[in-house]
Protein backbone atom coordinates (compact mmCIF):
# COMPACT_ATOMS: atom_id res chain seq x y z
CA UNK A 1 0.00 0.00 0.00
CA UNK A 2 1.04 3.15 -0.69
CA UNK A 3 1.67 5.54 2.54
CA UNK A 4 1.32 9.58 2.68
CA UNK A 5 3.64 11.36 4.92
CA UNK A 6 2.92 15.10 5.41
CA UNK A 7 5.27 17.54 7.25
CA UNK A 8 5.07 19.58 9.21
CA UNK A 9 2.26 18.01 11.48
CA UNK A 10 1.43 21.42 12.37
CA UNK A 11 2.83 24.81 11.90
CA UNK A 12 2.13 28.49 13.40
CA UNK A 13 2.18 31.78 10.98
CA UNK A 14 1.03 34.89 10.61
CA UNK A 15 -1.71 36.63 8.51
CA UNK A 16 -0.05 37.56 5.42
CA UNK A 17 3.14 34.62 6.07
CA UNK A 18 3.68 32.49 2.84
CA UNK A 19 2.76 29.02 4.12
CA UNK A 20 3.80 25.61 2.36
CA UNK A 21 2.91 22.46 3.61
CA UNK A 22 4.67 19.35 1.64
CA UNK A 23 3.82 14.89 1.43
CA UNK A 24 5.67 12.64 0.35
CA UNK A 25 4.29 9.42 -1.07
CA UNK A 26 6.04 5.89 -0.43
CA UNK A 27 6.21 5.26 -4.13
CA UNK A 28 5.90 7.49 -7.46
CA UNK A 29 2.00 8.65 -7.54
CA UNK A 30 2.56 10.71 -10.97
CA UNK A 31 -0.17 13.37 -10.10
CA UNK A 32 -2.81 11.44 -8.45
CA UNK A 33 -2.52 13.84 -5.44
CA UNK A 34 -5.44 16.03 -3.81
CA UNK A 35 -5.67 18.31 -1.02
CA UNK A 36 -8.37 19.35 1.57
CA UNK A 37 -8.93 21.78 3.83
CA UNK A 38 -10.85 20.85 7.20
CA UNK A 39 -11.97 23.48 9.80
CA UNK A 40 -13.03 21.98 13.07
CA UNK A 41 -16.74 20.53 13.71
CA UNK A 42 -16.88 20.34 9.89
CA UNK A 43 -16.12 17.83 7.02
CA UNK A 44 -13.34 18.31 4.47
CA UNK A 45 -13.55 20.33 1.66
CA UNK A 46 -11.16 19.90 -1.83
CA UNK A 47 -8.93 22.15 -2.29
CA UNK A 48 -6.61 20.70 -5.01
CA UNK A 49 -7.00 17.63 -7.18
CA UNK A 50 -4.43 16.32 -9.52
CA UNK A 51 -1.72 18.04 -7.76
CA UNK A 52 -2.63 21.72 -9.43
CA UNK A 53 -5.96 22.03 -9.90
CA UNK A 54 -7.84 24.25 -7.92
CA UNK A 55 -11.10 23.58 -7.60
CA UNK A 56 -14.03 25.94 -8.00
CA UNK A 57 -14.40 28.76 -6.08
CA UNK A 58 -11.46 28.40 -3.86
CA UNK A 59 -9.06 31.23 -3.74
CA UNK A 60 -5.95 31.24 -6.16
CA UNK A 61 -3.69 32.19 -3.47
CA UNK A 62 -3.86 28.05 -2.85
CA UNK A 63 -1.17 26.36 -5.04
CA UNK A 64 -0.48 22.56 -5.56
CA UNK A 65 2.51 21.24 -6.99
CA UNK A 66 4.64 18.63 -7.49
CA UNK A 67 4.44 14.60 -9.15
CA UNK A 68 6.28 11.65 -8.44
CA UNK A 69 6.71 11.35 -4.74
CA UNK A 70 7.29 14.46 -3.58
CA UNK A 71 4.07 17.22 -3.35
CA UNK A 72 3.51 20.74 -1.62
CA UNK A 73 0.46 22.96 -1.09
CA UNK A 74 1.34 26.54 -0.75
CA UNK A 75 -0.95 29.38 0.47
CA UNK A 76 1.02 32.50 -0.71
CA UNK A 77 -0.75 35.12 1.59
CA UNK A 78 -2.78 33.48 4.80
CA UNK A 79 -5.97 34.71 5.46
CA UNK A 80 -7.72 34.35 8.85
CA UNK A 81 -10.18 31.82 7.33
CA UNK A 82 -6.96 29.54 6.18
CA UNK A 83 -6.09 28.92 9.69
CA UNK A 84 -7.14 24.83 9.12
CA UNK A 85 -5.47 21.38 9.52
CA UNK A 86 -4.49 20.44 5.89
CA UNK A 87 -4.96 16.78 4.64
CA UNK A 88 -3.05 15.22 1.18
CA UNK A 89 -4.56 12.52 -0.36
CA UNK A 90 -3.42 10.25 -2.91
CA UNK A 91 -5.70 8.84 -5.70
CA UNK A 92 -3.35 6.25 -7.86
CA UNK A 93 -4.01 2.95 -9.13
CA UNK A 94 -5.98 0.78 -7.26
CA UNK A 95 -7.36 0.99 -3.98
CA UNK A 96 -6.58 1.69 -0.55
CA UNK A 97 -6.30 5.69 -1.40
CA UNK A 98 -4.24 6.73 1.54
CA UNK A 99 -5.05 10.54 2.95
CA UNK A 100 -1.71 12.17 5.02
CA UNK A 101 -2.03 12.44 8.56
CA UNK A 102 -2.91 15.92 8.45
CA UNK A 103 -0.91 20.13 8.95
CA UNK A 104 -2.94 22.16 11.46
CA UNK A 105 -1.87 25.46 10.85
CA UNK A 106 -2.48 28.00 13.62
CA UNK A 107 -2.47 31.37 14.49
CA UNK A 108 1.29 32.64 15.33
CA UNK B 1 -28.27 22.04 -4.23
CA UNK B 2 -25.74 19.26 -4.00
CA UNK B 3 -25.79 17.56 -0.61
CA UNK B 4 -24.92 14.15 1.21
CA UNK B 5 -27.00 13.38 4.36
CA UNK B 6 -25.91 10.09 6.53
CA UNK B 7 -27.62 8.76 9.14
CA UNK B 8 -27.20 5.96 11.56
CA UNK B 9 -24.51 6.08 13.89
CA UNK B 10 -24.97 5.49 17.34
CA UNK B 11 -23.71 3.34 20.33
CA UNK B 12 -23.16 -0.45 19.63
CA UNK B 13 -21.21 -2.57 21.78
CA UNK B 14 -17.91 -4.51 20.25
CA UNK B 15 -19.17 -7.16 18.32
CA UNK B 16 -21.88 -5.78 17.14
CA UNK B 17 -23.80 -4.33 14.09
CA UNK B 18 -24.79 -1.00 12.73
CA UNK B 19 -26.50 0.02 9.42
CA UNK B 20 -24.79 3.39 7.58
CA UNK B 21 -27.47 5.35 5.05
CA UNK B 22 -26.85 8.08 2.70
CA UNK B 23 -29.43 10.26 1.11
CA UNK B 24 -27.86 12.39 -2.28
CA UNK B 25 -29.72 15.27 -3.78
CA UNK B 26 -28.87 17.55 -6.24
CA UNK B 27 -26.66 15.30 -8.63
CA UNK B 28 -27.40 12.22 -10.86
CA UNK B 29 -26.41 10.09 -8.27
CA UNK B 30 -26.60 6.33 -10.62
CA UNK B 31 -23.16 8.54 -12.69
CA UNK B 32 -21.06 8.72 -9.66
CA UNK B 33 -18.86 6.42 -7.62
CA UNK B 34 -19.38 6.70 -3.85
CA UNK B 35 -17.17 6.16 -1.16
CA UNK B 36 -17.01 6.19 2.66
CA UNK B 37 -14.66 7.95 4.66
CA UNK B 38 -14.04 7.87 8.77
CA UNK B 39 -12.02 9.97 10.57
CA UNK B 40 -11.29 8.80 14.08
CA UNK B 41 -9.74 11.18 17.01
CA UNK B 42 -6.15 11.36 16.20
CA UNK B 43 -6.25 9.41 13.47
CA UNK B 44 -7.26 11.16 10.55
CA UNK B 45 -8.45 10.21 7.50
CA UNK B 46 -9.07 7.08 6.65
CA UNK B 47 -10.98 5.62 3.02
CA UNK B 48 -13.60 3.09 4.35
CA UNK B 49 -15.07 2.03 1.09
CA UNK B 50 -16.42 2.57 -2.46
CA UNK B 51 -18.49 1.33 -4.63
CA UNK B 52 -18.89 1.89 -8.99
CA UNK B 53 -21.83 2.99 -10.93
CA UNK B 54 -21.71 -1.15 -11.79
CA UNK B 55 -22.32 -1.97 -8.00
CA UNK B 56 -18.55 -3.18 -7.69
CA UNK B 57 -17.48 -2.44 -4.45
CA UNK B 58 -13.69 -2.04 -3.11
CA UNK B 59 -12.68 -2.25 0.71
CA UNK B 60 -9.28 -1.77 2.47
CA UNK B 61 -8.13 -4.70 4.58
CA UNK B 62 -9.00 -2.86 7.59
CA UNK B 63 -12.48 -3.68 6.86
CA UNK B 64 -12.43 -6.46 4.52
CA UNK B 65 -15.37 -9.45 5.08
CA UNK B 66 -16.78 -6.82 7.76
CA UNK B 67 -18.31 -4.18 6.33
CA UNK B 68 -20.78 -4.38 3.37
CA UNK B 69 -21.14 -1.24 0.95
CA UNK B 70 -23.93 -1.06 -1.23
CA UNK B 71 -26.11 1.48 -3.02
CA UNK B 72 -29.71 1.61 -4.27
CA UNK B 73 -29.61 4.30 -6.59
CA UNK B 74 -33.75 4.50 -7.06
CA UNK B 75 -33.38 5.77 -4.16
CA UNK B 76 -30.10 8.08 -4.23
CA UNK B 77 -29.43 6.13 -1.46
CA UNK B 78 -25.82 4.98 -0.42
CA UNK B 79 -25.22 2.38 2.86
CA UNK B 80 -22.68 0.62 4.86
CA UNK B 81 -23.33 -2.59 6.69
CA UNK B 82 -21.03 -2.83 9.21
CA UNK B 83 -20.46 -6.46 11.26
CA UNK B 84 -18.28 -7.34 14.16
CA UNK B 85 -17.58 -3.96 15.21
CA UNK B 86 -14.60 -3.12 16.97
CA UNK B 87 -13.40 -0.42 19.29
CA UNK B 88 -10.85 0.57 16.56
CA UNK B 89 -14.20 0.94 14.47
CA UNK B 90 -15.09 4.26 16.27
CA UNK B 91 -14.95 7.27 14.22
CA UNK B 92 -17.08 9.93 12.63
CA UNK B 93 -18.17 8.14 9.00
CA UNK B 94 -18.62 10.64 5.85
CA UNK B 95 -20.60 9.76 2.88
CA UNK B 96 -18.48 11.04 0.26
CA UNK B 97 -18.73 11.99 -4.10
CA UNK B 98 -15.92 10.74 -6.34
CA UNK B 99 -15.54 13.68 -8.23
CA UNK B 100 -14.01 12.09 -10.76
CA UNK B 101 -16.54 10.67 -13.07
CA UNK B 102 -14.48 7.62 -15.23
CA UNK B 103 -11.67 5.58 -13.76
CA UNK B 104 -10.60 5.25 -10.05
CA UNK B 105 -8.78 7.84 -9.38
CA UNK B 106 -10.76 8.96 -7.14
CA UNK B 107 -10.54 12.68 -5.68
CA UNK B 108 -13.55 13.65 -2.87
CA UNK B 109 -15.60 16.82 -4.23
CA UNK B 110 -18.68 16.38 -2.05
CA UNK B 111 -19.13 15.57 1.55
CA UNK B 112 -21.61 14.78 4.09
CA UNK B 113 -21.77 15.93 7.73
CA UNK B 114 -20.74 12.72 8.85
CA UNK B 115 -22.26 10.56 11.85
CA UNK B 116 -21.00 9.32 14.75
CA UNK B 117 -20.32 5.55 15.41
CA UNK B 118 -19.18 4.58 18.60
CA UNK B 119 -18.29 1.00 19.81
CA UNK B 120 -17.73 0.36 23.36
CA UNK B 121 -19.12 -1.99 26.00
Known amino acids: DIQMTQSPSSLSASVGDRVTITCRAS??????LNWYQQKPGKAPKLLISAASSLQRGVPSRFIGSGSGTDFSLTISSLQPEDFATYYC??????????FGQGTKVEIK | EVQLVESGGGLVQPGGSLRLSCAASGFTFRSYDMHWVRQTTGNGLEWVSA???????YYPDSVKGRFTISRENAKNSLYLQMNSLRVGDTAVYYCVRDGLTSGWHPWFDIWGQGTMVTVSS
Open chain 2, 51 to 57: IGTLGDP
Open chain 1, 89 to 98: QQSYSSPPWA
Open chain 1, 27 to 32: QSISNY
